[in-house]
């Protein structure tokens, strides 16, 4: 088992920007890659960015790209998206998870998860 816990979200006016992180722990060696993923009031949840965890390959939503950057860190186990150019639209509850093996689709395969942490941008 994987656990993973989220921290970094708060409230940032538009324009600003924040840093999440990603703490891993447990089976951390099973791990292939991992992502973040997010979900806004009344939609569902949608993949952000991804990173495999041993050769830092980035995959990014169109939505996010040129404006957020993620990153790990093996010797941590941490995983971090900087997010910056943030808008109302990036309001959401972010989420880290965690795959142990690869997939055709960057945003699908994905074991782990945690709890989130909630980012919102004021206007």
């Known amino acids: 088992q994987v656990q993973l816990v989220e921290s970094g979200g708060g409230l940032v006016q538009a324009g600003g920007s924040l840093r999440l992180s990603c703490a891993a722990s447990g089976r951390t060696l099973s791990i292939y890659r991992m992502g973040w993923f997010r979900q806004a009031p009344g939609k569902e949840r949608e993949f952000v960015a991804a990173?495999?965890?041993?050769?830092?390959?980035?995959y990014y939503a169109d939505s996010v790209k040129g404006r957020f950057t993620i990153s790990r860190d093996n010797a941590k186990n941490m995983m971090s998206l900087q997010m910056n150019s943030l808008n109302p639209e990036d309001t959401a509850v972010f989420f880290c998870a965690a795959a142990r093996a690869w997939s055709f689709s960057w945003g699908s395969g994905y074991d782990y998860w945690g709890q989130g942490t909630q980012v919102t941008v004021s206007s």
């Open positions: 990173i495999t965890w041993s050769d830092g390959i980035t």
